[in-house]
């Protein structure tokens, strides 16, 4: 790589985030002349990473951490890293290294041009654990609110939401300026690799009883358990549906899923519980719909990666899902904790297949004219290009 390439670091809090999201941006900001440098606690998407091309520097940060002591020595490697590396364009993802990585941007040292520092993008994919009711989310939000304000404030820094009542959510609070925030509303679907089977407009299924599917993180405020209760429910009424549980536990959220208690709800028969999967593509083309309970999303790409498939949704009516979910069109909303509500909404599309296929063919329809990864790339690279004009990066 050319020493006059315009350097980016993407900074996460897990290696699972850069695997499974961030990839994409990276392929494309290298193949527009940017070195990318990827920072990261490392795991075991490590070598996954690597085989990709890409230079990974580890960063000690426990993301599910409360220890003042543990989170500033994170903090500091950071800053030294941004010394070392003296990039032009840092992108941060999620809550602690859109904070951190501000402050380090900010007190780090000038880049290599000796004149301004880094800029910054942070981008929020939602308004997940630090926003709920929790009380370690409280805890963290007494704690850390003051210190972001002032990270997002600090000149050169860009702040990138999902959805638009994100971004209003902290404007109104005044945590960042508005001209200096934006929405670019996901990641995007690669809509070759998620598409219905045989190349067709609308997902089929596999034969047999209604396959729903659900995958995520296993964590409460995903609506796991929500829909156990739906499944529980629709048994009840003797509704021939097969319901299908994708994910892992996620130890480091304090809203985790005990692993015990999903090996106890498919031991009862009420899911199938697959686990972490890499061949989504192909369990999206054999599910007939697809359902996502969520208390809070940015956009999620569980709904983007069925809706490409050519599935009918089912989702609560919350702002990152009403983005891919149209009601009546390609799913269904259904209120936040009402596994009632979600379950009406399974059986209605399990007894209507005509219904199942119109929604199906809406769905990648609307997957393909507002999801198309290249497409969202491209917001991407525009806002890079935004930026480099604005701070005379050449």
């Known amino acids: 790589m050319p020493s006059c390439a315009p350097k980016v670091l993407l900074v996460a809090n897990w290696d699972w985030v850069i695997y499974n999201f961030r990839l994409p941006l990276a392929r494309a900001l290298r193949a527009h002349g940017y070195e990318v440098v990827l920072v990261f606690p490392f795991g075991k998407f490590l070598e996954r990473i690597r085989a990709e091309g890409f230079r990974c520097i580890p960063w000690s940060l426990d993301r599910g951490s409360l220890n003042p002591l543990q989170d500033g020595r994170a903090l500091w490697q950071l800053v030294r890293i941004y010394q070392e590396e003296r ?5 941060h993802f999620t809550i602690k290294p859109n ?3 501000s402050l380090a941007a900010r007190w780090g040292s ?4 000796g004149s301004i520092r880094p800029t910054a993008i942070n981008t929020f994919e939602g308004l997940g654990f630090m926003f709920s009711d929790h009380l370690k989310a409280r805890l963290l939000r007494w704690g850390l ?5 002032y990270a997002l404030h600090r000149p050169n820094t860009w702040t990138v939401f999902l959805n638009e009542q994100d971004r209003a959510f902290f ?3 005044g945590w960042v300026p508005a001209h200096r925030s934006t929405v670019i509303v996901s990641t995007g679907v690669d809509i070759q690799r998620f598409r219905p089977a045989g190349g067709g407009p609308v997902g089929k299924g596999s034969e047999g009883p209604l396959t729903v599917l659900m995958a995520g993180r296993l964590l409460w405020d995903k609506g796991v358990g929500e829909f156990v209760q739906a499944a529980r429910i629709l048994r009840q009424k003797g509704l021939r549906v097969r319901l299908r549980l994708i994910g892992s536990p996620d130890p480091g959220n304090p809203a985790c899923v005990p692993e015990a208690q999903v090996r106890a ?6 899911i199938e519980w697959l686990g972490h999967r890499e061949d989504m593509p192909e369990l999206l083309r054999e599910a007939h719909v697809a359902v996502l309970p969520s208390y809070h999303e940015g956009v999620p790409r569980f709904l983007l990666e069925a809706a490409a498939t050519g599935l009918p949704l089912v989702a609560t009516d ?3 899902c009403r983005a891919v979910v149209r009601p009546g069109e390609n799913g269904f909303l259904v209120p936040v904790r009402d596994a009632q509500a979600l379950a009406e909404a399974i059986e209605r599309l399990a007894q209507d297949p005509a219904l199942r296929e119109q929604m199906g063919r809406a769905s990648r329809a609307i997957a393909i004219q507002e999801f198309d990864e290249q497409k969202i790339l491209a917001q991407w690279l525009t806002l890079y290009q935004q930026i480099r004009t604005e701070v005379g990066t050449s």
């Open 145 to 149: 609110i003051p210190f972001l304000r």
């Open 265 to 270: 709800w498919a031991r009862e028969g009420l």
């Open 110 to 113: 000038l880049n290599h041009r």
């Open 318 to 320: 919350i702002e990152g």
């Open 99 to 101: 904070l951190y990585g």
């Open 171 to 173: 404007l109104r609070r």
């Open 87 to 91: 990039p032009h364009i840092v992108h």
